[in-house]
């Protein structure tokens, strides 16, 4: 079965400062991959997907960008933190067996 | 992508069944139904997925009717670790291209002892 981790479990940045948040997937190979944010108390809002390794599509402009340099492995970065980049962040790996997500544990992020 | 409706809560006591129901009524030829479990702090989990009829596993059952325009997740015999948010996704997936599966507010189910 599929694994996805996640680190850091929470972080707290200054506005202004870079963002980079990784997440490997263990158990399965060319996964589809992808980022979602959580807001507090509210639902998820997918940011990137991609399907390879190079390719990411974006689903809402925004002050962040993704990156797939290996199979396995998702990138979240920023150059420069907004306050309103503050949220629960999250790592899914698309499971082929049903057509469901699996997610990671997510990264509470708090940009002050 | 078909829009989907919860109720935005629920409450209900241990040992209850709790029916949850999810509207979408332009659902899609190949759109599935999926239901994912989300505690505080933590990655929705999957729970079940299906297409038409009943699926039934060993955490829940889904009910969709034939028209597909709803669905309805069943949770026997609720306990206190149940209080839980519950997503209803609707859409279609595509291996190659991924896909746009957008989660909503969801339903937040309280379970009181």
């Known amino acids: 079965s599929q694994t996805i981790h996640q680190w850091p479990a929470t972080l707290v940045q200054p506005v202004g400062s870079p963002l980079s948040l990784e997440c490997t997937v263990e158990?399965?190979?060319?996964?589809?991959l992808y980022w979602y944010r959580q807001a507090a108390g509210r639902g998820l809002q997918l940011l990137f997907y991609s399907v390879g390794i190079g390719q990411i599509s974006s689903e809402v402009p925004q002050n962040l960008s993704a990156s797939r340099p290996q199979d396995r492995q998702f990138i979240l970065s920023s150059k420069k933190l907004l306050l309103s980049d503050s949220g629960f962040y999250l790592c899914a790996s698309l499971r082929r067996d049903s057509y469901g997500y699996t997610f990671g544990s997510g990264t509470r992020l708090t940009v002050v | 992508l078909a829009k989907t409706t919860q109720p935005i809560s629920m409450d209900s006591y241990e040992g209850q069944e709790v029916n949850i129901t999810c509207s979408h009524n332009n659902i899609a030829t190949n759109d599935y139904i999926t239901w994912y479990q989300q505690f505080p702090s933590q990655g929705p989990r999957f729970i079940i997925q299906g297409y038409k009829t009943k699926v039934t596993n060993e955490v829940a059952s889904l009910f969709i009717p034939a028209d597909r325009k709803s669905s309805t997740l069943s949770l026997p015999r609720v306990s206190l670790s149940d209080t839980a948010v519950y997503y209803c996704l609707v859409g279609e997936i595509k291996m190659e291209y991924g896909n746009k599966l957008v989660f909503g507010a969801g339903t937040i189910l309280r379970v009181k002892s």
């Open positions: 158990g399965t190979s060319n996964p589809n």
